[in-house]
Each structure stands twice: as structure tokens, then as C-alpha cells.
């Protein structure tokens, strides 16, 4: 059975980072943290969007990928070139390759990708999307990057929860500039 992972971006106090928005607020984001984000691609077959996410993040990948030159274009061409599947109701955008649109029922949909042969599924947001794969327990794998920042506002991944879910530490990495990896497994039930 194929793994589902998570990777995000979150404060300190656990909400969301969105990119950059002009307002001088800065990502910690250092050339160990993109090293990492490379090797975690490494097994992954498949990335899982939601709509909302997809419709910022498959372009902009494509555009890095588009530019060996680009300082990320290490971490672009691998998110460009791994297929991709996206929950949404409207059709797919034209211009993105290699990419696939369901609407099903998100835990059929999951369960039906999960049980395919392949390597691991990453997942990388957005905001409800996330939350309603954690309220279900699709994730198995989670790998949270915690900026030394506090926002006090935002969105969190873990809206709505019904019950808690306990985790399983695997891994705790400090890199240079005060990113935080946690790396959680949920145990098998």
C-alpha cells in the first residue's frame, strides 16, 4: 500500500504560511531546507492538490522548471515532472501537464490511489483540503516544517477535528537558520 505524506509550512503557534506577501514578512528558507525538500521527493510518484492550492502552485513550478538557471529549479523540475492529482469540480486547467482532476468523494478517492502500485503520494495543501485528509486519517506520514515565527492569525491544517489523533515522532531536526522538521508517523490502527 502507497503512503500519504504531508509537508507544510507552519509558525510557531500552528498556523499556515503563505508565500510572501510585500508586507516584509520573510520565510526562513535556507539551502538546507530545500535539500530536504528534494530528498523527500525522492519515493514520491504522485502529488496530491487541492484545487485551491493547484491553481497557484502547478504554474509557478512550471515556470521554475522552465529555467535551469532559477535558484529552485532543483526543487521545480522534480514538482513539475511528478504527476500530479487534483480534488476539484471544474475541469483542469489547460495549461497544466501532467496532471489529473477528480471530484469523487475524498476517502474513496484516497483509498482507491493509496491501494495503487507506485512509491509514496506527497500532499502539500491547502488549508481544508489538508484538514479534511487529517479528520479522515489519510495521512500516514507528516513532515512539518516550523518556522521561528509567530503569526497569531491564520489558517490552520487542523480545523474541524472530530477527535485527537495521537502521532508517532520519527524525527526532530533543527537547520541553520531556526526551521524545525517534525516528522510524525500516525500508527496503524
Not at 81 to 86: E, L
Request: charged letters at 25%; hydrophobic letters at 35%; glycine letters at 8%.
Amino acid at each position: 500500500m502507497r503512503t500519504l505524506k504531508l509537508q507544510m509550512l507552519i509558525t510557531l503557534d500552528g498556523f499556515g504560511i503563505e508565500p510572501p506577501d510585500g508586507d516584509g514578512q520573510a520565510i526562513v528558507w535556507d539551502d538546507e531546507v530545500e535539500i530536504f525538500c528534494v530528498e523527500n521527493l525522492k519515493n514520491v510518484d504522485r502529488i496530491v492538490l487541492g484545487r485551491k492550492t493547484a491553481d497557484d502552485f502547478i504554474p509557478y513550478w512550471m515556470k521554475v522548471a522552465e529555467d535551469p538557471g532559477h535558484k529552485e529549479y532543483p526543487l521545480g523540475r522534480p514538482l513539475t515532472d511528478i504527476p500530479k492529482t487534483v480534488f476539484s469540480t471544474r475541469p483542469p486547467d489547460k495549461s497544466w501537464s501532467n496532471t489529473t482532476v477528480v471530484a469523487g468523494d475524498i476517502v474513496t478517492e484516497i483509498e482507491q490511489l493509496k491501494n495503487e502500485s507506485g512509491g509514496d503520494m506527497i500532499v502539500y495543501g491547502g488549508y481544508s483540503f489538508v484538514s479534511a485528509l487529517i479528520r479522515n486519517r489519510l495521512i500516514d506520514t507528516y513532515y512539518l516544517l516550523v518556522h521561528p515565527l509567530m503569526m497569531g492569525r491564520g489558517q490552520r491544517i487542523q480545523q474541524d477535528l472530530q477527535r485527537y489523533l495521537k502521532l508517532d515522532l520519527q524525527q526532530c531536526r533543527a537547520f541553520p537558520h531556526g526551521v524545525v522538521l517534525l516528522h510524525y508517523t500516525q500508527p496503524k490502527a
